[in-house]
């Protein structure tokens, strides 16, 4: 059983970046994929980026080239750096497993504006 907190949205203008942190509680952390999803207003909630226990990476077409998501096992984070945000990024961020599992967090909301 895992438990996932967010942390790090905020207000920023286009163009500027924010980096993103997960908080996992639990064990066998680092064996699960790990993954940053959103859910824009009156969207449903989407994959935007994941990472697997050995470091691979994968990105929606969206973010791909100005997000980065990395982890570190040590400390049980997950890290999303988000560059050059647009309006189309406001949403609410949340980690979860990938596949995702009923681990969801409160979110954190990122507000992009032009």
């Known amino acids: 059983q895992l438990q996932l907190v967010e942390s790090g949205g905020g207000m920023v203008q286009a163009g500027g970046s924010l980096r993103l942190s997960c908080a996992a509680s639990?064990?066998?952390?680092?064996?699960?994929?790990m993954g940053w999803f959103r859910r824009a207003p009156g969207q449903q909630r989407i994959l935007v980026a994941a990472?697997?226990?050995?470091?691979?990476?994968n990105y929606a077409d969206s973010v791909k080239g100005r997000f980065t998501i990395s982890r570190d096992n040590a400390k049980n984070m997950v890290y999303l750096q988000m560059d050059r945000l647009n309006p189309e990024d406001t949403a609410v961020y949340y980690c979860?497993?990938?596949?995702?599992?009923?681990?969801w967090g409160q979110g954190t909301q990122v507000t992009v504006s032009s």
């Open positions: 979860n497993t990938v596949p995702w599992g009923n681990y």
């Open positions: 639990g064990r066998a952390f680092s064996s699960y994929t």
């Open positions: 990472i697997s226990s050995g470091g691979n990476t």
